[in-house]
């Protein structure tokens, strides 16, 4: 949902109205930005996943500040993870005495209620970041604190960071569709995880991972699904499990695993024929790409799943095609 485009202001009022949708939506209770209000440009979407909710702010550089002694009361209980979109410029992170740089490889964590916090960049920049009671993660927040500067050391990170950008990508569908509470657990199995992979005591490190093992699979298959040597051996070893008990936790979890990698695949060839930017690649290049080398394989499956061919599919999702679309993009600010 978007809740600001400040192009779509008055110069005047731009600011204002950009400080009252960050302090009404985030908490934010401080803003600094780094252009006068001709050049100002700032974008926010919000969308809510039961008890998360998924911010998506991108425009010309500010400095975004929360403090804990001025954070409203509804959402002092709040934990915020905040990433930095690739290709979108670095982010300055810095919470409870901590200092990171975000360039689209790391995230940010902070309590509300234990931490002041901000985060900013310079120049055009894109932040992905969602917010959810600290009740819903089951952690003490001391655990919350300690896992601040050590996110960097897990290699959950880049897992829960492939998770936040995929659900942002359909987040309008997701949302508000029956896939919104298993997404918003499956992101909080994924955030507890991580937390306690660099925080947690060993006992809490041992409850968690049982409990997470799917989840954490299912991350993995996402993050890798177009390689084409992810196999079951590799997954079950990238968890330390072995191949029998990997089959098992899917089978316990309602799905076959080559099944369901067969079946994001082609979900993924599928809406990659139909995308416009892509129309001057060939239907065996991007079958390749999404772990099909057998074009023969490729079309048959296609079809078994989605009634038509490929190249009937192409030709009725693109009908008005006539030559490559480059994504749209927005121009350089002045």
């Known amino acids: ?28 209770s401080a803003l600094e930005e780094g252009e006068p209000a001709s050049r100002l440009w700032k974008r926010i979407e919000i969308w809510t996943f039961g008890p998360l909710t998924l911010f998506d702010t991108q425009g010309t550089g500010a400095r975004f500040v929360r403090s804990v002694r001025t954070t409203r009361r509804e959402l002092a209980a709040n934990v915020s993870v905040m990433t930095q ?47 959810v009671d600290l009740a819903h993660l089951g952690l003490p927040v001391d655990t919350v604190l300690d896992a601040i500067p050590l996110l960097g050391h897990s290699p959950l990170e880049p897992l829960l960071l492939h998770h936040i950008r995929a659900l942002h990508r359909d987040a309008d569908r ?7 509470g298993p997404l918003a657990d499956a992101t909080l199995h994924l955030t507890r995880a991580l937390i306690v992979s660099v925080a947690g005591d060993d006992r809490t490190r041992r409850e968690v991972a049982h409990e997470t093992l799917l989840p954490r699979v299912l991350a993995y298959l996402r993050t890798h699904l177009t390689d084409p040597a992810l196999t079951p051996r590799r997954v079950a070893h990238a968890h330390g499990i072995s191949v029998r008990t990997l089959y098992r936790l899917c089978e316990e979890g309602g799905f076959s695993l080559e099944k369901w ?74």
């Open 261 to 334: 990698i067969i079946r994001r695949r082609l979900d993924g060839a599928r809406a990659d024929l139909a995308a416009p930017h892509l129309a001057h690649r060939t239907i065996e290049s991007i079958a390749r790409a999404w772990g099909f080398p057998n074009p023969a394989h490729f079309s048959r499956r296609f079809h078994q799943t989605f009634g038509a061919t490929p190249t009937q599919w192409r030709r009725h999702a693109t009908p008005a095609r006539s030559a490559p679309d480059a994504p749209p993009e927005r121009p350089a600010r002045p």
């Open 1 to 28: 949902m978007l809740v600001l485009d400040t192009d779509d202001l008055p110069e005047s009022d731009r600011y204002e109205a950009l400080y009252a949708a960050v302090a009404r939506e985030g908490g934010i």
């Open 174 to 180: 997701y949302s508000t569709g029956p896939e919104a």
């Open 85 to 131: 979109a690739p290709g979108h410029g670095t982010a300055r992170f810095g919470a409870d005495n901590h200092q990171r740089l975000l360039a689209g490889d790391g995230i940010g964590l902070v309590p509300h209620m234990a931490a002041s916090h901000e985060y900013g960049w310079d120049g055009l920049g894109r932040s992905l970041a969602f917010t």
